[in-house]
């Protein structure tokens, strides 16, 4: 079936340190990509996504390529900042469907 | 962006009791939602689907008549745990595609639920 597999946390980093987190996915057609993040307290919020191959997701300095050939969606930043202490939650969806698939999410901490 | 709200953010009962989890959208109508659940290092699994005025799909393995979701006007979701036990203990979550068909999905802030 469809699944997600997201890199396990927790991961902390010292400031302006580079961050990648993991995601690889199975899927039966050619999904959506996305990265959620969810700050303490608050509810998931999209962060980017990709609709198709080879397509990159970008916003607030964090990046991810849409890989078909190792089905992969990567979340890189080149420096985090404390602020994106979090828990980031890789997903995926299929045009028409709403509901996500998501993975284990991430805990980000983020050390000055 | 759309805002919903869930609420409460967290609950603890008794084993035996009904617990309600409240999921609103703040700023636009809400004809679908979706509720989901994590339990601690899982995915979040989707449980059911509400559409205002119907009766709500469930996911396979999902007890409907343990997991009661109403969905009876366009900005309010309820989902009920009825004797509730503590393996019910979990992150419950609700979300709403928002009004526009962009693919993105707006979030409660989640309910966690002890039970004990």
């Known amino acids: 079936g469809d699944s997600v597999t997201q890199m396990e946390g927790p991961v902390t980093l010292s400031e302006e340190a580079f961050l990648t987190i993991n995601c690889t996915y199975t899927?039966?057609?050619?999904?959506?990509l996305f990265w959620y993040v969810q700050y303490p307290g608050e509810g998931l919020q999209l962060l980017l996504k990709?609709?198709?191959?080879?397509d990159k997701g970008s916003n607030k300095g964090f990046e991810a390529t849409y890989r078909k050939e190792t089905t992969s969606f990567h979340l890189e930043k080149g420096s985090v900042q404390v602020s994106d202490s979090a828990v980031y939650f890789c997903?995926?969806?299929?045009?028409?469907?709403?509901?996500?698939?998501f993975g284990t999410g991430t805990r980000l901490t983020v050390i000055p | 962006g759309a805002v919903v709200s869930q609420h409460p953010s967290w609950v603890i009962c008794k084993s035996g009791t009904s617990v309600k989890i409240e999921c609103r959208s703040l700023?636009?109508?809400?004809?679908?939602m979706f509720w989901y659940r994590q339990f601690p290092k899982q995915s979040l699994m989707l449980m059911a689907t509400?559409?205002?005025?119907?009766?709500?799909?469930?996911e396979q393995g999902v007890e409907k008549d343990k997991f009661l979701i109403n969905h009876a006007s366009l900005t309010l979701s309820t989902l009920t745990v009825t004797s509730a036990h503590p393996e019910d203990s979990s992150f419950y979550i609700c979300?709403?595609?928002?009004?526009?068909?962009?693919?993105?999905?707006?979030f409660g802030e989640g309910s966690r639920l002890t039970v004990l």
């Open positions: 997903a995926l969806s299929f045009s028409g469907a709403n509901n996500l698939f």
């Open positions: 899927a039966t057609g050619y999904p959506s």
């Open positions: 990709a609709t198709k191959a080879d």
């Open positions: 700023d636009f109508q809400a004809t679908t």
């Open positions: 509400s559409n205002e005025g119907s009766k709500a799909t469930y």
């Open positions: 979300s709403t595609p928002g009004h526009k068909n962009t693919g993105e999905l707006f």
